[in-house]
């Protein structure tokens, strides 16, 4: 049982550059979310989909665009790359109701 | 002022120690509390999930929930050097996930 799968695992970029980071979950989840991790930051909301057809802004979408391709599949794609955006980027999904997020192993993306 | 207050350490305990670990927030709606344990290079896992105040035990692992006091703990008997890692706690309102809000999460080391 793989959870949630994160691709890639590293990624350098120069700025300008664009990428989509991939995320798929196989626990037949609705909700799926984009979050990024910074030093003393906690992790933030960039995007979610609280099922498939839907998303909506988080606490720090600018810079960032998703997409829920199918209910397993949820992409985050960064247009015209900034230093800023350099961070850990973990997707996660839940159930629905109350139950708690499951996380992917991260992608961890430096923007020079 | 963060909505979610967590000493980010590092704590550093011998062996066998009892560990507590401690968040304060200020939202009174949040209603479920969560610790996750997140491992050098990895996602976060889920380690404790516990509904409004009270105790909750699984095993080494103890939750105390007080909301009149906005504190949560994560207590953690006999310590292992396999407890070394950072444990993020989270908390959201009744509304659902995209409501979570992080700690920025306390690092342990456990020495042997």
């Known amino acids: 049982n793989a959870g949630v799968t994160q691709t890639p695992k590293f990624q350098v970029l120069k700025t300008g550059q664009s990428m989509t980071l991939q995320c798929a979950q196989d626990?037949?989840?609705?909700?799926m979310y984009w979050y990024r991790q910074d030093p003393g930051m906690g992790l933030r909301l960039i995007y979610y989909?609280?099922?498939?057809?839907?998303?909506d802004k988080g606490e720090v979408p600018n810079g960032y665009n998703v997409s829920r391709l199918n209910k397993r599949e949820f992409s985050l794609r960064l247009e015209s790359a900034a230093p800023s955006q350099t961070s850990v980027y973990f997707c996660?999904?839940?159930?629905?109701?109350?139950?708690?997020?499951?996380f992917g192993n991260g992608t961890r993306l430096t923007v020079t | 002022q963060k909505e979610v207050e967590q000493d980010p350490g590092p704590l550093s305990v011998p062996e066998g120690a009892i560990v507590s670990l401690n968040c304060t927030y200020s939202?009174?709606?949040?209603?479920?509390f969560m610790w996750y344990r997140q491992y050098s290079r990895k996602g976060p896992e889920l380690l404790m999930y516990?509904?409004?105040?009270g105790n909750k035990e699984d095993g080494r692992f103890t939750a105390q929930v007080d909301k009149s006091s906005k504190y949560i703990s994560l207590f953690i008997r006999d310590s292992q050097p396999s407890d070394s890692a950072t444990y993020l706690c989270?908390?959201?309102?009744?509304?659902?996930?995209?409501?979570?809000?992080f700690g920025a999460g306390t690092r342990l080391f456990v020495k042997a």
């Open positions: 626990m037949n989840h609705n909700s």
């Open positions: 989270a908390m959201s309102p009744n509304t659902g996930g995209f409501k979570t809000i």
């Open positions: 516990t509904y409004s105040s």
């Open positions: 996660a999904s839940r159930a629905g109701g109350n139950s708690p997020l499951h």
């Open positions: 939202n009174s709606a949040f209603q479920y």
């Open positions: 989909s609280a099922s498939e057809g839907t998303t």
